[in-house]
């Protein structure tokens, strides 16, 4: 099993940034594409964005196009969000998440491992 653990929430004012990461441990030895999801109150969790195992492929929501950048690194066995621009429309739980597979997925259920979420919370 793979244990994933968020960190870097917070509250930050509109315009702010704010730096998210996630720290994997357990049984890393395989390669795993990651993403970040996202879910607010009263909302289904959607996706935010998505990183293949060799980082050289990535995609992001339209939402947070030119906004946010993931990024990953296998040494360390972290991932990361850079948020910058964050909109009140971004607040939300953030979701660290990877799939048995070196290629980047969009899709909730094409994730096999997740990990308990960090706030982000932006004031307008």
């Known amino acids: 099993q793979v244990q994933l653990v968020e960190s870097g929430g917070g509250l930050v004012q509109a315009g702010g940034s704010l730096r998210l990461s996630c720290a994997a441990s357990g049984r890393t030895s395989g390669h795993y594409a990651m993403a970040w999801f996202r879910q607010a109150p009263g909302k289904e969790r959607e996706f935010v964005s998505a990183?293949?195992?060799?980082?050289?492929?990535?995609a992001s929501a339209d939402s947070v196009k030119g906004r946010f950048t993931i990024s990953r690194d296998n040494a360390k066995k972290t991932l990361d969000l850079q948020m910058n621009n964050l909109k009140p429309e971004d607040t939300a739980v953030y979701y660290c998440?990877?799939?048995?597979?070196?290629?980047?997925?969009?899709?909730?259920?094409?994730?096999?491992?997740w990990g308990q979420g960090t706030q982000v919370t932006v004031s307008s």
């Open positions: 990183i293949a195992w060799s980082g050289g492929n990535t």
């Open positions: 998440a990877g799939r048995n597979s070196i290629w980047l997925a969009t899709l909730m259920t094409e994730y096999d491992y």
